[in-house]
């Protein structure tokens, strides 16, 4: 059984910090690309930054230089370091898992959410 459990969030002012964990089990964790989503309120899921099995990552434009996603395939986990949080970051937000070149199916996570707030 596959399980991808976010932790991690909560309020936070502007400006603030939070990091994000997401622990993986019952994938081959290193064989997999990893990123990050958020859905806004009344928004659509959109994404936020991925790493794949090799560590290359890839951020959305609105998060680089504040965001800082990373990998321990030691612990089966990838983390979001979020830095310099702005409102428009409140969102609930999701560990995806795929496979890629690997084939079959991607995951997700139940989500955790962000709130940026005064």
């Known amino acids: 059984q596959v399980q991808l459990v976010e932790s991690g969030g909560g309020l936070v002012q502007p400006g603030g910090s939070l990091r994000l964990s997401c622990a993986a089990s019952?994938?081959?964790?290193?064989?997999?690309?990893m990123g990050w989503y958020r859905q806004p309120p009344g928004k659509q899921r959109e994404l936020v930054a991925t790493i794949t099995s090799s560590g290359n990552t890839n951020y959305a434009d609105s998060v680089k230089g504040r965001f800082t996603i990373s990998r321990d395939n030691a612990k089966n986990t990838v983390y979001l370091q979020m830095n310099r949080l702005k409102l428009e970051d409140t969102a609930v937000y999701y560990c995806?898992?795929?496979?890629?070149?690997?084939?079959?199916?991607?995951?997700w996570g139940q989500g955790t959410q962000v709130t940026v707030s005064s």
């Open positions: 995806n898992a795929d496979p890629g070149k690997y084939g079959g199916r991607e995951y």
């Open positions: 019952g994938i081959i964790f290193r064989l997999y690309s």
